[in-house]
């Protein structure tokens, strides 16, 4: 079956530095996600990417598509107190019509700690 | 609040009993899906609706996992028996279906199910 492997498990970082983590498939995606996941609650959908190469950003969130479709990183710049938690990546894939499957397969996620 | 609700937020129950969960998707969206997460994994996936049908299933859900969308809004999980291995955090997810396949899934805050 389809595994995504991301990296790194986790992450201890200081007040103000940039983030980096990424995501890759043994299988080809048509779109990734990222999400992000705080103790006891659901994960909070952060960013979209529907096409190879794309680059697309949501305030200090930069993620981009793998032009393999294979793979793809989420980079966080300035990070604050209240950007720890747990970040996941996951996948979708689509049939050759282009509709997409329905199930998503999910990272084993990023545990991120800032420190102030 | 129009986000994805589930109910209950926490069950404990005994093993043996059974227990059902409520999930209240995004309004219009089509689909509908149940994921389960362990601690310190990923979100798995259970099964999905598009609309009232129930497209997918994982070889995750055993013979005493149903789940069922009438009417295509609400969807409901019931297990049978529960045993201590179900304790999880049950998390339901919705989604539209737009062009080409593009999708974005949002999540529900999950139910945490303890089994005793």
């Known amino acids: 079956g389809q595994q995504l492997n991301q990296s790194p498990q986790s992450m201890f970082i200081q007040e103000g530095e940039d983030v980096s983590m990424n995501c890759t498939s043994s299988?080809?995606?048509?779109?990734w996600l990222w999400y992000k996941q705080d103790p006891g609650e659901g994960p909070v959908l952060l960013i979209a990417?529907?096409?190879?190469?794309e680059l697309t950003s949501n305030g200090r969130l930069t993620a981009q598509f793998g032009i393999t479709r294979k793979d793809s990183f989420l980079n966080i710049s300035a990070s604050i107190p209240s950007d720890v938690g747990i970040y996941f990546c996951?996948?979708?894939?689509?049939?050759?019509?282009?509709?997409?499957?329905?199930?998503?397969?999910f990272g084993q996620g990023t545990i991120l700690t800032v420190h102030p | 609040d129009t986000g994805v609700s589930q109910d209950p937020r926490h069950k404990i129950t005994k093993r043996g009993q059974n227990v059902t969960f409520r999930c209240d998707p995004i309004?219009?969206?089509?689909?509908l899906y149940w994921y389960r997460q362990t601690l310190g994994q990923g979100p798995e996936f259970l099964t999905y609706?598009?609309?009232?049908?129930?497209?997918?299933k994982s070889r995750l859900l055993s013979d005493r996992f149903s789940a069922e969308r009438p009417k295509g809004s609400f969807s409901t999980l019931e297990i049978q028996r529960t045993e201590q291995g179900d304790s999880a955090m049950y998390l339901c997810?919705?989604?539209?279906?737009?062009?080409?396949?593009?999708?974005?899934?949002?999540f529900g805050q999950g139910t945490r199910l303890t089994v005793v």
């Open positions: 990417l529907y096409k190879a190469g």
């Open positions: 309004s219009e969206h089509n689909r």
């Open positions: 609706f598009q609309n009232e049908a129930q497209l997918e």
């Open positions: 997810a919705s989604s539209p279906i737009k062009g080409q396949g593009n999708t974005e899934a949002f």
């Open positions: 996951a996948g979708l894939g689509h049939n050759a019509g282009g509709t997409s499957y329905g199930k998503l397969t």
């Open positions: 299988s080809i995606f048509n779109t």
